[in-house]
């Protein structure tokens, strides 16, 4: 028996005739009828633009909680507040996800499915408790994300990559390549560790760090490598951070992430196809037009595809100090990508042509890791070599517990390369 309930029964055998407190009946909503009239009166209204100025929300969601007050009598002032909250987060942001977009801190959003909702924060992932009322409601929010960047979603086209405005990357599946109902990702990039945070916190030391800034202003030609979320576009941003104010750098990237303080800088974004299936740039496309734009360095974000073999070109015809990202999990698997990457590009090369040209542009492979606290360090930094006809990696730093120890000395070619800093 609740508190309420105790009170009243004394006060009746008291003699007084106030009744016992009955639960108020749960008041059924139609959500979507909600959003329907909503929606129609902003129409009618005129400027719906307004609404996603603050004001303009605290104005919505003042009508919206009158609006609810007229249609659903017996819900108290919190509920129609509560209620108001969620229409105008679903009309103007994102839904029961707003809080965690709103969250700087959170890095990754995932959502399993209408009622399985994940997010990474500090490098660990937790389960929310936040849930779409359906699938539907799920789907209505992708729908209007997609619609929101000129992509659209469908049976058709059960797949969608695209970029938010704030440069968040989302991923989005829908049935059937779902099996389990639409899903969503999404990967935000509010938050950029530096070079102090990541020496801090024993990702390497300050002596190490000072070694890297060699390789850049040296312009060795670097590969970051990890697996997914390692923090690979993390660190050719501190990377590209040492690169001398004087010389000229195009980066070329999917989502762009890059904040290099570089005064002639040439940032070139990749573009997907539009509403109508047509009109994609790829990254192949742009590195071969940087070719022609005389820069002194080229940064391609991350290397998928055909792009390699132009990144490969590109490093051998005079633009040392270029600087790419890939997926992999060991140093020499980096070099086996990227030779498979050439082969896929179609340009039918025999292989000892490839590894010729992997071994004379590359110098160094950085590879990363996330630990099981979910810090992001540096796992290895090796050399790469040509042995014969193979290719060939020799650590120069091996993290061993907490520490990247070094392991061998850099080779003479790359130690008369460190020798003219340019």
């Known amino acids: 028996m609740s508190i309420l309930e105790e009170r009243a029964l004394r006060k009746r ?3 007084f005739a106030e009744p016992l407190i009955a639960a108020r009946p749960q008041v059924k909503i139609d959500p979507n009828e909600l959003h329907r009239i909503v929606r129609e009166k902003l129409i009618a209204s005129g400027d719906i633009s307004v ?14 909680f009158e609006l609810v007050g007229e249609k659903y009598s017996g819900l108290t002032r919190l509920e129609r507040a509560q209620i108001a909250q969620e229409v105008v987060m679903d009309i103007t942001g994102y839904g029961p996800i707003q809080p965690l977009i709103e969250d700087k801190e959170v890095s990754d959003i995932l959502v399993n499915r209408f009622d399985r909702v994940y997010y990474e924060k500090g490098g660990k992932m937790m389960r929310s408790s936040i849930q779409f009322r359906d699938e539907q409601h799920l789907r209505d929010l992708i729908e209007k994300i997609v619609a929101n960047v000129g992509r659209r979603i469908d049976e058709s086209q059960p797949l ?28 935000r990039f509010n938050h950029s560790i530096t070079a102090e945070e990541m020496i801090a916190q024993g990702a390497m ?39 001398p104010e004087h010389e000229r750098v195009v980066t070329i990237e999917e989502v762009t992430e890059l904040k290099l303080k570089v005064p002639n800088l040439i940032r070139l974004e990749t573009r997907g196809v539009n ?43 005079g633009h040392e100090g270029s600087m790419t990202t890939l997926h992999a999990n060991s140093p020499q698997d980096a070099l086996f990508r990227l030779e498979n990457m050439v082969m896929m590009a179609g340009y039918n090369l025999p292989v000892q042509v490839i590894r010729e040209h992997i071994a004379s542009a590359i110098h160094v492979v950085f590879q990363l890791t996330r630990l099981s606290n979910g810090l992001r360090v540096v796992r290895q930094v090796a050399e790469v070599m040509k042995d014969g006809d193979s290719l060939v990696t020799v650590d120069l730093f091996v993290r061993e517990g ?21």
């Open 51 to 64: 609404i996603y100025t603050e004001e303009g929300k605290e104005d919505l969601k003042k009508r919206v």
């Open 275 to 317: 509403i109508e299936g047509r009109g994609e740039i790829d990254a192949s496309q742009l590195v071969a037009n940087a070719l022609r734009m005389r820069p002194d360095r080229i940064i391609v974000g991350e290397c998928r595809r055909g792009e390699a073999f132009d990144m490969l070109q590109a490093m051998n015809t």
């Open 13 to 15: 055998e008291q003699g």
């Open 205 to 243: 030391t300050r002596e190490q760090y000072e070694l890297f800034g060699k390789f850049v202003r040296a312009r060795l030609n670097m590969i970051i490598s990890g697996g997914t979320g390692t923090g690979k576009t993390t660190f050719l941003n501190i990377l590209s951070q040492l690169i």
């Open 160 to 187: 969608v990559d695209a970029r938010l405005p704030d440069g968040s990357r989302i991923n989005a599946v829908i049935r059937p390549v779902s099996v389990d109902g639409p899903t969503l990702s999404i990967r």
């Open 402 to 422: 907490s520490r990247l120890v070094a392991k061998n000395e850099p080779s003479l070619r790359l130690q008369r390369l460190m020798e003219v800093e340019r």
